[in-house]
């Protein structure tokens, strides 16, 4: 039997100390959840890893919008990558599209390398990509290791048949993680549909800081 794993989105410290202690297996760090996420304080980073010991993946978003960045943009990101990988970083969360909203192979292929050896996760920007089939084999192109999705609808649950169609088609040359709207009360109907073991959640039920409870449920009913 596979080893189910979570990772919870954090916005704020608080949040991953909570995530941790509760039992998550990962972090994903970013700030201001009202635009979706975006890169977070470096000194932020820096007091959040001395406070936890479990894997931190960082967001690499310089705004909220879309996903089509101008050159200035890209090499802020470029330049988040190299000092978050010197600070410490696990991994990144990212993906940048093309005007037509296709994957912009090129300059995440650059941001890919630039963080090799660590792992990259292409972010729900996947979700606004029309033809996701053919958007997988781009980002197994580019070198990515996760993609985060909520499968081209509003949130996981109402995504759970393009998921399953998703992580069949991958078929463990990447790993389709769920995420939008997971909570404790549907995970496990996403642990049964489909054929992946990392599973994303902010576990928040109110404000921007997760709840214990929350995770703790997501957690177990993952193990």
Not at 50 to 65: A, D, E, N, Y
Not at 74 to 83: G, R
Not at 102 to 124: G, M, S, W, Y
Request: glycine content about 6%; overall charge negative.
């Amino acid at each position: 039997m596979q080893k189910n794993y979570l990772e919870i989105a954090c916005f704020n410290i608080a949040s991953a100390i909570i995530a941790q202690h509760a039992g998550a297996n990962r972090i994903e760090f970013c700030a201001d959840m009202n635009i979706g996420g975006v890169t977070p304080n470096i000194e932020d980073f820096v007091l959040l890893k001395s406070k936890i010991h479990i894997p931190v993946f960082v967001m690499i978003r310089p705004r909220g919008g879309n996903f089509v960045y101008s050159m200035e943009e890209f090499e802020q990101m470029k330049n988040d990558i190299l000092h978050f990988k010197n600070a410490g970083a696990h991994g990144f969360v990212f993906g940048i599209l093309t005007e037509n909203k296709e994957v912009d192979i090129i300059q995440n292929k650059e941001l890919v390398e630039l963080a090799n050896p660590l792992p990259c996760t292409f972010h729900r920007a996947f979700d606004e990509i029309n033809n996701q089939m053919d958007a997988l084999d781009k980002i197994i192109e580019c070198g990515f290791s996760t993609i985060l999705t909520s499968g081209n609808a509003k949130n996981a649950i109402e995504g759970s048949s393009s998921l399953k169609a998703l992580a069949l088609k991958a078929n463990d040359k990447i790993c389709i993680m769920p995420g939008g709207g997971v909570r404790a009360n549907n995970i496990e109907m996403l642990k049964e549909n489909i054929n992946t073991n990392w599973f994303h959640s902010s576990a928040v039920l109110q404000n921007e800081t997760a709840n214990m409870d929350e995770v703790f449920m997501l957690k177990s009913k993952l193990d």
